[in-house]
């Protein structure tokens, strides 16, 4: 039997265990750093449905990588009950600047101001199917710093 040598076993184990921390620390840096660097630019809009606000719902903003936006992850946001809605990327105010397809669904959390009736759910407002796919929802939104006021509304059509 083949005595282990002690000097060599261990620093072999601490290389290993130190290029594997290495390693992991260096792809967790390139995995989010993306979005570190990335600055986010507010965005806040009304949703309308029919010229009245939508009371509940989600926004969905997809990057449209035919544009330049190559933001790789969908931005949302929760329509409040006065209709209004406001952006967020992985939990931060705001979204990328660049194109976007957006995106709008009558299904979100209702705020709990309009449990009515016992403590009910309101029903979800019925909206055209059309406004939940990018292609056919006919919204095509640049997100920029200096926006005009009512850049980022969006009438629906019931």
Wanted: a positive charge.
């Amino acid at each position: 039997m083949t005595p282990l040598r002690s000097a060599s076993w261990p620093a072999r184990i601490v290389r290993a265990g130190s290029a594997a921390v290495v390693a992991v620390a260096v792809s967790l840096a390139a995995g989010c750093g993306g979005l570190a660097e990335t600055k986010l630019v507010g965005v806040t809009g009304a949703v309308k449905h029919g010229g009245v606000p939508m009371p509940m719902g989600t926004v969905t903003y997809h990057p449209d990588a035919a544009k330049g936006n190559t933001h790789k992850a969908p931005v949302t946001g929760m329509i409040k009950p006065d209709g209004t809605y406001t952006l967020n990327t992985d939990g931060k105010p705001g979204a990328p600047a660049g194109w976007y397809q957006v995106t709008i669904s009558g299904q979100g959390m209702p705020d709990m101001s309009m449990m009515k009736d016992g403590g009910k759910t309101p029903a979800p407002p019925a909206v055209n199917p059309k406004y939940a796919k990018p292609e056919s929802s006919g919204f095509a939104v640049e997100v920029k710093d200096g926006a005009p006021a009512g850049a980022y509304d969006l009438p629906l059509v019931k």
